[in-house]
Structure formats: structure tokens, C-alpha cells
């Protein structure tokens, strides 16, 4: 017995040792309970999806800002070396531009000219420098067809810097090293065939190449030949090219801005017509379960009556005058109706319920005669 004891005696203890436990965990539980509630993770997804959301949208509104500049600012400079055909005609030469350039654009464009300064072209003198600007070939249904059209010329004026003997001596005897170790020396003619140049808008009205045509009365020598185009930026192009980080987070905030507005009325639509359909289903299922009710409200109420109108069939026939006043037949009739409503009794609430045989049915008849 007193080891008995011992035992409840120590499960008492360790039961009011857990509960202390138990309390204490719980109080000092308590006031992180909130954050991990329902109404808690709720927001916590919510605002997990909000950030998610934000950095793709942001990425997307980034790389959108990226192709817009690509393909609105053109480049500044354009470069195309011609290669010159020299022959019984006066040297020319044919380039091709590509897509680099656009339109409603001014362009400022020149050729580069490198000529050494050889005896043949300082007696040259002045020489003329022809620049036509096509449209891209254009294409028939039998076939391509190379033909182009004319969009811009030029011709302008050119010639070496002028020196006299005893400079240009005295230039070649400073450069005497220079000439030893394979040093060329040449000229670098910058001449100014387009200012303003602008395309109208369509890229049938953009160059796609080049032509380009020496005219001197003698034979030129020359090193290589360039035409160079200088975009002129104006208005929001000159902005998005000279500050490029403003314009970047400018333009990326404000697509971000405008995508994330999107966003959030395309979600709260969503969110509506979802919880507008989650309510009318709500409101179905409450309607059918009112229907439900009503139909076994309905059902128990014409059993009850069904039950009422039985009980006063009963009561009507349990109204009979006593045996020893009625003949033979009608004594034995009364009697099998009696035992037709003890039955009755104790059979009510079974399948029975609410049934009648055809002999008391007839009894009943022949008593109401």
C-alpha cells in the first residue's frame, strides 16, 4: 500500500510539474500565437506574392525600356568603307548601309578621303565628289527585281591642302625617320556632302546603300575612302542618349507604375467575379437545402395529418354501441373492428402504418349503412 502511494504520490507531482510547464510554454507562446494565425499567413503569402510580382514586373518593365531604346535611338555614328573600282571611268564605288539608320532623323554625312601627296594628285588640283543615296530593291511576283530608287545626292568640291616648295621640303626632311621605318604618310580629306539630312517616315524612304564617285580630270591615287553619318539628336532622344541612367529608371519606374496599376485591376476583377461566383454557389446550396427543408417539412405535416385523419376513422369506429345490444353479425363485425384497432395501435409507426385491409374497410361500410 505505501508503495501504491509512493506511485500516485510521484504521478501527482509530475502531473502538476507538466501542467506548470505546459502554462509557462503557453504564456510565453502567447504573443507569437498572432503571428502564425490564419488572418497572419494570409498576409504573409499576400504580401510574398505582392514582392514576387513586383521584381518580375520590374524585370520585364527593364528589358521592355532596353528594346524600346534599341529600337528609337538609332546609333550616333555610322561608319561604311567603300572600296573603289578603278578602270577607264572615273574610280566609284558601291556600299551597302543595312537597317542601322532611321527615319525622321537629321544626319550630318561625309567622306573621308586618305590621298598621299604625290606629285599626280597635287597637280590634280580641285576634283568633285558625287554621293547618291538608294531606297532598298524593291520585289515583283515573278521574281526580285534589283531596280532602286534615287533618294539623295550630292556634289561637292575637293582638293589637297596647298604648300609651298619649301615647306613641303622641309615637312618631308622632318619625317625623313618616319619614311625609313615604313611610315606612310597621307592626307586625311574630311568633305561635307549632306547637312540636316532627314528621311521621311518608311523604310522605302531609308537608304539601304550607297554610290560613290570620284570626278577629276586626272587619274587619282588614293589609300581608302569612308562615308560617315552623324546623328543629330533632338528631343527625347537627346535626352535618353545623354543621361541614359535617368532616363533608365524613369522610364523603367514609370512602365513598372503602369504595369503594377494593370496588375492589381486585373486582380481585384478576378478576386471579384471568383468571390461573386463563390456566393452564388453558397446561395444555391442554401437555397436547395431550404428546398430540402421544405419538402420534409412538408412531408412530416401530411404524415401528421394522414395520422390525424386516422386517429378520427378510429375514434369514429371505436363509437359503436355495446355487444349485448346488437344482433350476431353485427357483434362480430364490431368485434374484428376492435381487434382491426388494437392492430392498428401497435403496429403504428411500421410499415403498416397508415394501411387497411379490404375486409375492415368493407366492415366499416356495412356499419354505416
Given at each position: 500500500?505505501?508503495d501504491?502511494?509512493n506511485?500516485?504520490?510521484?504521478?501527482?507531482e509530475?502531473?502538476?510539474?507538466?501542467?506548470i510547464v505546459?502554462?509557462?510554454?503557453?504564456v510565453?507562446?502567447?504573443?507569437?500565437?498572432?503571428?502564425f494565425?490564419?488572418?497572419?499567413?494570409k498576409?504573409y503569402?499576400?504580401?510574398?506574392?505582392?514582392?514576387s510580382?513586383?521584381?518580375?514586373?520590374?524585370?520585364?518593365?527593364?528589358?521592355?525600356y532596353?528594346v524600346?531604346?534599341?529600337?528609337?535611338?538609332?546609333?550616333?555614328?555610322?561608319?561604311?568603307?567603300v572600296?573603289?573600282?578603278f578602270g577607264?571611268?572615273?574610280?566609284?564605288?558601291?556600299?551597302?548601309?543595312?537597317?542601322?539608320?532611321?527615319?525622321?532623323?537629321q544626319?550630318?554625312?561625309?567622306?573621308?578621303l586618305?590621298?598621299p601627296?604625290t606629285?599626280?594628285?597635287?597637280a590634280?588640283?580641285?576634283?568633285?565628289?558625287d554621293?547618291?543615296?538608294?531606297?532598298?530593291?524593291?520585289?515583283?511576283?515573278v521574281?526580285?527585281?534589283?531596280?532602286?530608287?534615287?533618294?539623295?545626292?550630292?556634289?561637292?568640291?575637293a582638293i589637297?591642302?596647298?604648300?609651298?616648295?619649301?615647306?613641303?621640303?622641309?615637312?618631308t626632311?622632318?619625317?625623313?625617320?618616319?619614311?625609313l621605318i615604313?611610315?606612310?604618310?597621307?592626307?586625311?580629306?574630311?568633305v561635307?556632302?549632306?547637312?540636316?539630312l532627314?528621311?521621311?517616315?518608311?523604310w522605302r524612304n531609308?537608304?539601304?546603300?550607297?554610290?560613290?564617285e570620284?570626278?577629276?580630270r586626272?587619274?587619282?591615287?588614293?589609300?581608302?575612302?569612308?562615308?560617315?553619318?552623324?546623328?543629330?539628336?533632338?528631343?527625347?532622344?537627346?535626352?535618353?542618349?545623354?543621361w541614359?541612367?535617368?532616363?533608365?529608371?524613369?522610364?523603367t519606374?514609370?512602365?513598372?507604375?503602369?504595369?503594377?496599376?494593370?496588375?492589381?485591376?486585373?486582380?481585384?476583377?478576378?478576386?471579384?467575379?471568383l468571390?461573386?461566383?463563390?456566393?452564388?454557389?453558397?446561395?444555391?446550396k442554401?437555397?436547395?437545402e431550404?428546398?430540402?427543408n421544405?419538402r420534409?417539412?412538408?412531408?412530416?405535416s401530411?404524415?401528421?395529418?394522414?395520422?390525424?385523419?386516422?386517429?378520427?376513422?378510429?375514434?369514429?369506429?371505436?363509437?359503436?354501441?355495446?355487444?349485448?345490444t346488437q344482433?350476431?353479425?353485427?357483434?362480430e363485425?364490431?368485434?374484428?373492428?376492435?381487434?382491426?384497432?388494437?392492430?392498428?395501435?401497435?403496429?403504428?409507426?411500421?410499415?403498416?402504418?397508415?394501411?387497411?385491409?379490404?375486409?375492415?374497410?368493407?366492415?366499416?361500410?356495412?356499419?354505416?349503412e
Amino acid at each position: 500500500m505505501s508503495d501504491k502511494g509512493n506511485h500516485s504520490d510521484e504521478e501527482d507531482e509530475y502531473e502538476e510539474e507538466e501542467s506548470i510547464v505546459w502554462r509557462t510554454a503557453r504564456v510565453g507562446f502567447t504573443p507569437f500565437r498572432a503571428l502564425f494565425s490564419k488572418e497572419a499567413r494570409k498576409a504573409y503569402l499576400g504580401a510574398i506574392l505582392f514582392l514576387s510580382t513586383s521584381i518580375a514586373l520590374f524585370c520585364v518593365a527593364a528589358v521592355a525600356y532596353w528594346v524600346f531604346y534599341l529600337n528609337y535611338v538609332p546609333q550616333i555614328g555610322l561608319t561604311r568603307v567603300v572600296h573603289l573600282q578603278f578602270g577607264d571611268e572615273h574610280p566609284w564605288g558601291v556600299t551597302s548601309l543595312g537597317s542601322d539608320l532611321a527615319s525622321l532623323q537629321q544626319y550630318d554625312v561625309s567622306v573621308s578621303l586618305k590621298l598621299p601627296r604625290t606629285p599626280a594628285n597635287l597637280a590634280t588640283g580641285n576634283f568633285m565628289l558625287d554621293l547618291t543615296l538608294h531606297s532598298p530593291p524593291q520585289t515583283s511576283i515573278v521574281g526580285t527585281n534589283t531596280s532602286t530608287t534615287l533618294i539623295a545626292h550630292s556634289r561637292r568640291p575637293a582638293i589637297l591642302t596647298y604648300t609651298s616648295r619649301l615647306v613641303d621640303t622641309a615637312h618631308t626632311l622632318s619625317r625623313m625617320p618616319l619614311y625609313l621605318i615604313g611610315w606612310r604618310e597621307a592626307e586625311t580629306l574630311e568633305v561635307p556632302m549632306f547637312e540636316n539630312l532627314e528621311f521621311a517616315r518608311g523604310w522605302r524612304n531609308v537608304p539601304a546603300s550607297l554610290r560613290l564617285e570620284i570626278q577629276s580630270r586626272e587619274q587619282m591615287q588614293l589609300y581608302g575612302a569612308e562615308v560617315n553619318f552623324r546623328a543629330k539628336f533632338r528631343g527625347l532622344r537627346w535626352l535618353m542618349y545623354r543621361w541614359r541612367l535617368l532616363s533608365f529608371f524613369a522610364f523603367t519606374s514609370m512602365f513598372w507604375s503602369v504595369s503594377m496599376i494593370s496588375s492589381s485591376i486585373v486582380w481585384l476583377l478576378v478576386s471579384q467575379y471568383l468571390g461573386s461566383t463563390a456566393h452564388d454557389d453558397q446561395r444555391i446550396k442554401k437555397e436547395e437545402e431550404t428546398e430540402d427543408n421544405d419538402r420534409a417539412i412538408k412531408k412530416e405535416s401530411s404524415r401528421r395529418d394522414d395520422d390525424i385523419v386516422k386517429q378520427e376513422e378510429l375514434e369514429e369506429t371505436t363509437n359503436i354501441p355495446p355487444l349485448g345490444t346488437q344482433s350476431g353479425n353485427e357483434a362480430e363485425d364490431v368485434e374484428s373492428i376492435r381487434r382491426i384497432h388494437d392492430s392498428s395501435d401497435s403496429g403504428r409507426g411500421t410499415a403498416f402504418d397508415g394501411h387497411d385491409t379490404p375486409g375492415a374497410q368493407r366492415r366499416r361500410s356495412h356499419l354505416s349503412e
